[in-house]
């Protein structure tokens, strides 16, 4: 995205008079209002859309022809891939659109405004949900019943996993954002908040397998629950109370994560 892409809203340099500072309780038409302006300014941007809505699919479609020769396997490790794919993306994006909102001066006139810190992060997470929800259906549709991936279970139960993974890959990617002074910094991120979880979450190898210490870590990760879901849907006809456990777990990580995104979300960087 270049710096005159439309993901940098409102880079008009027109001073705005501030007004009174919101209150501290959540605005729903100031969260509405935030969420149309990221949504309008992204139809403009086809280049972030792709990459949230057609990559996971595309990386799909590549592992399922990895494995050609054996089918099995892309049964084994799809399903879980489905929710990781739109976790990355979807962090990837948020972190930088963020960003650029904030090392633009965008944030620190929006703040000036009536609006408040926890309208601005549910507006974003408003707005990346919904293109979480298209990203998710074709991801999850693609894999079904076009790359005939072999589920036991629902593959409605493997579009919501699939959701909640992309709306916590957006709370991530607001959260850390906060901790970022660049873009390329935003990007340097993923390293330490994806990569560890991406080798502990069981992809690989069985959780119970790894190392003692590592079993404790990755008992405390999202992606690991996400995971363990996914792999109740592959294995079970039946909704299981680990599968209703595992996603209230990572959508309770992804509100908290959001809550902390805006208890740290900062004007302007320094």
């Not at 549709?141 to 593959?155: E, H, I, R």
């Not at 959701?163 to 954002?177: N, Q, R, Y």
């Not at 873009?183 to 560890?196: G, K, L, R, S």
């Not at 995971?227 to 006809?237: E, G, I, P, R, S």
């Amino acid at each position: 995205m270049s710096p005159t892409s439309p993901m940098n809203p409102m880079s008009t340099n027109a001073p705005v008079t501030p007004t009174a500072a919101p209150t501290g309780a959540l605005n729903a038409s100031r969260t509405t209002a935030t969420a149309a302006r990221v949504l309008h300014q992204l139809r403009h941007d086809p280049r972030t859309i792709a990459l949230m809505i057609l990559v996971p699919c595309l990386m799909l479609v590549l592992l399922r022809y990895v494995f050609d020769a054996s089918p099995r396997t892309f049964d084994n490790i799809g399903a879980s891939l489905l929710g990781i794919f739109p976790l990355i993306t979807m962090f990837l994006v948020t972190s930088i659109a963020t960003l650029r909102e904030r090392t633009s001066g965008t944030l620190e006139r929006l703040l000036a405004m009536p609006l408040g810190k926890a309208d601005l992060i549910a507006g974003y997470a408003l707005a990346f949900g919904a293109l979480a929800i298209v990203q998710s259906a074709l991801a999850t549709g693609l894999a079904d019943w076009f790359l005939g991936l072999d589920v036991t279970g629902s593959p409605w139960l493997l579009l919501l996993v699939a959701l909640l993974d992309a709306l916590l890959g957006t709370a991530l990617g607001l959260f850390v954002s906060a901790f970022a002074a660049s873009e390329f910094q935003a990007v340097q991120f993923m390293p330490a908040v994806i990569f560890p979880q991406l080798l502990l979450c069981g992809l690989f190898t069985p959780r119970s397998a790894m190392h003692p210490a590592l079993t404790a870590v990755s008992d405390a990760l999202p992606m690991s629950y996400a995971v363990d879901a996914m792999n109740q849907v592959l294995h079970h006809t039946d909704m299981t109370t680990t599968f209703v456990r595992d996603v209230l777990i990572v959508a309770g990580c992804a509100l908290l994560v959001l809550a902390l995104g805006a208890a740290t979300l900062r004007r302007r960087t320094v």
